[in-house]
């Protein structure tokens, strides 16, 4: 499939996954969420394809996944660098403790991260200056981290999906966990910013449009708070020895999402805004 059609693809997949999306927030059950998460790893796939080529999504991929899959290993077993941890059977079968769609889970939210890293970083997305190896990463790695602040006490305190074994900090997240975050995130994308000029980006990598998309994606992903938020729970979580109200829990999703997640997309789609793409930059 050639660059164009790749690029048409995308917006397929990305029609597709709103679809889903809004399927999923409004109560269609665990197959939209599934056929949701799905679409985005084919979105991720075609989009860095084109950014990268296939062997630059497969080198994201494949830093990603590594780095993930040991930090979290070797959290679960040393407590570093996220602190002590078990995951549920809710994410199915386990390899050393972690179920894999976890491990996967950074390589495409990263892939997200890292686009909009770029779009607030570089005077263009496709720029490679050596200070940008530096910057990125950086940037991208706070990008990312913001998902999981607003999701973890929702995923651990409420819904039991993980839970750590000195609760504590934000509803019972402890501070290693966000810390643990930031270093995972940085180390992978620190890591395939030193190889990134090895790959080359496709035609359609030059247009505003195809950077648009993963602001898109991000800014309405932070919508899915307000709308957990309007069909919470009554009643308390309680993790360790304390307990929390769950409505509170999902109050405060919203207002992180709000202050990182739709943040974050906002500030990427005004740098693209202002972004020349009548000329290739290399």
Known sequence: MDGKWRFMATWVLLSFWLVAFAAAQLGAGPAAAGIQTLVLVGWVAVHASLAYGWKGFGAFFAISLAVAFAMEASSI???????????????????????????????????????????????????????????????ATFILAGYDLGYDPIGSTVLGHWAFRYPSGYFGVPLTNFLGWLLTGWVALQLFALVERRFTAAAPAFTRGFWLQPCLIWGVSALQYPMMFARAPDGLATVGARSFVIADVYESAVIVSLLTMLFAALAAAGRLAAMNFKERMP
């Open 77 to 139: 077993h040393t407590g570093f660098p996220f602190g002590f941890y078990s995951h549920s059977d809710f994410m199915g079968p386990k390899l050393l403790g972690v179920p894999p769609p976890v491990a996967l889970g950074y390589v495409f939210l990263g892939y997200l991260a890292w686009s909009l890293g770029k779009l607030i970083m570089r005077g263009r997305p496709t720029g490679l200056a050596p200070l940008y190896a530096v910057t990125t990463p950086i940037a």
